[in-house]
């Protein structure tokens, strides 16, 4: 029974001795953000693999039309971090339907906002194999 207890006592203060490798967690990654500084709204995205790890790297793309008749058009772009993950900041919360296209090599993933529903999103982007072009194009 002394024996058992001395042993259990021992399992608890070796991770507390000082020059024991412990293992170390990951920092959170910063998420990078793009600010488009056009209204409230904004978009927050996870990107994962075809493996479901999550993707570094990915260009998340979007053109926003806004203003008067959509007349007035920004392209924006954002890098996703080790985790997968990016903010689009600064959304107008009058445009039209935004379209997200997520790229990483010959990956491709997509998703859609309509920010006079959904002023702050978030999305789940699953990549896959681009489809081949159709033949004859």
């Not at 296209?101 to 309509?114: H, I, P, T, Y």
Request: net charge positive.
């Amino acid at each position: 029974m002394h024996v058992a207890a001395v042993l259990l006592l021992g399992w608890f203060l070796i991770p507390a001795l000082p020059g024991v490798a412990h293992p170390q967690e990951r920092p959170p990654q910063e998420i990078p953000v793009l600010d488009a500084r056009l209204g409230p709204c904004s978009a927050d995205f996870t990107v994962h693999g075809t493996d479901g790890r999550p993707v570094y790297g990915a260009l998340i793309h979007v053109r926003v039309r806004y203003g008067p008749w959509s007349i007035k058009r920004s392209d924006l772009e954002v890098g996703t971090n080790s985790d997968g993950r990016a903010r689009i900041a600064g959304l107008p919360e009058k445009a039209r339907l935004l379209r997200y296209d997520v790229r990483k090599d010959a990956l491709v993933g997509a998703a859609e906002q309509d920010v006079r529903n959904t002023c702050e999103a978030a999305f789940v982007v699953s990549l896959a194999p681009a489809a081949p072009p159709a033949p004859g194009r």
